[in-house]
């Protein structure tokens, strides 16, 4: 009776054991998910953050070169043969030269009219498709004409 006993005793502590062990490896994978989630939310946010801060600098530029002039810190920017200004960042949006952001504002007059518009796009080194997008306008006429 006493064998029984024991049996079942080591019987329901494997049984623990492996539960506990299931249970473990389900929550370390989740935590693994949930890391690299976090890294692209992060990567988004400082996109996104890039974008609109280059955004307010097509706004205040009144040609290709003043854009230039306002996002170069340290020569991180230059001009694009097509048409345009890169400037690029390391991953916590410092300038950065050899940095993995790189976000490209494209300027584009529109005919005869004052309108400039601009597609601001932050790229990650390495990867074809922006990860963030942003399409804007500035108008460079006297105010009150």
Do not use: C
Not at 3 to 16: C, D, G, P, V, W
Not at 78 to 84: A, I, M, Q, T
Not at 87 to 111: C, S, V
Request: no cysteine.
């Amino acid at each position: 009776m006493k064998r029984q006993q024991i049996t079942a005793f080591y019987l329901e502590t494997l049984l623990l054991i492996g539960g506990l062990i299931a249970v473990i490896l389900v929550l370390t994978h989740v935590f693994a998910m949930s890391r690299a989630e976090s890294a692209r939310a992060r990567l988004l946010t400082n996109a996104v953050t890039l974008a609109a801060n280059a955004a307010e600098t097509v706004s205040a530029a009144d040609s290709e070169e003043a854009l230039l002039a306002l996002l170069d810190d340290g020569g991180n920017a230059s001009l694009l043969p097509g048409g345009g200004v890169e400037a690029r960042y390391d991953p916590d949006m410092t300038a950065d030269a050899a940095g993995t952001l790189r976000l490209a504002a494209t300027w584009e007059p529109q005919g005869e009219t004052d309108l400039v518009r601009s597609t601001v796009s932050v790229y990650v080194a390495g990867e074809e498709e922006p990860v963030y997008t942003l399409e804007t306008a500035v108008y460079l006429g006297e105010v009150g004409r």
